[in-house]
């Protein structure tokens, strides 16, 4: 167990929906990361957030956004969803900006 | 940006045989992971090893950073060990995202 929890587990929804993705990051950890592990793309960072503010973008749709609360946790929204979106979205954390990440068990979207 | 080369790409092992998995990288970095991705899809951190050489247990794993690789060494496999190995690098240390390689599937067979 790596200290990072992830809700819901399993997802699954039709296309043209939103759904929230929520992290919660290990005890102490600042920065929070989401990463997406889809069969034709592999593993890509989308988005990190360090203390409240956003550090830096990857590969992010604009369909998407991402929000980290005052008590760290982050979240994950997906909005007009399409079938290319279905993938397996890890949540990651740090305790810093140059520190070794731990990830959560991720969330398996399906859109169908 | 860096680039995360792995190899082999596919790995197969008869129970109690040892392998050496190979990461390849582009730049200089100041983060490197190396993962275990198991049949439920969970990454499990196996080294934070940017630099140097770490051991634990029947995994051990060098960074060579001068000359841009990693390998991460298998003994005496089990086949517990099956999955995918992912080697995963970041340079910028104002944002620490990381860039995964494509993996090396594992397959331990009894």
């Known amino acids: 167990d790596s200290g990072v929890t992830q809700t819901p587990k399993h997802l699954i929804t039709a296309t043209g929906q939103r759904v929230t993705l929520r992290c919660s990051p290990r005890?102490?950890?600042?920065?929070v990361y989401w990463y997406q592990q889809s069969l034709d793309q592999g593993l890509q960072f989308l988005i990190q957030y360090y203390n409240g503010e956003e550090r830096a973008k990857g590969n992010i749709l604009e369909r998407f956004s991402a929000q980290q609360f005052p008590d760290l946790h982050s979240e994950l929204n997906l909005s007009s969803l399409e079938l290319g979106d279905s993938a397996l979205y890890f949540c990651?954390?740090?305790?810093?900006?140059?520190?070794?990440?731990?990830f959560g068990p991720g969330t398996r979207l399906t859109v169908l | 940006g860096i680039q995360v080369e792995q190899s082999p790409p596919d790995l197969i092992l008869q129970e109690g045989a040892n392998s050496t998995l190979r990461c390849n990288f582009s730049d200089s970095v100041n983060n490197l992971q190396w993962f275990h991705q198991n049949p439920w899809g969970q990454l499990i951190n196996l080294f934070y090893?940017?630099?140097g050489t770490k051991q634990n247990g029947r995994l051990s794993a060098t960074t060579v950073a001068t000359e841009r690789y990693s390998l991460l060494y298998i003994s005496s496999s089990q086949t517990t060990d099956s999955g995918v190995y992912f080697c995963?690098?970041?340079?910028?240390?104002?944002?620490?995202?990381?860039?995964f390689g494509t993996g090396t599937l594992l397959a331990v067979q009894p």
């Open positions: 005890s102490g950890d600042l920065s």
């Open positions: 990651a954390s740090s305790q810093g900006l140059v520190n070794e990440q731990f």
């Open positions: 090893i940017p630099s």
């Open positions: 995963a690098a970041g340079r910028d240390g104002a944002t620490n995202k990381l860039i």
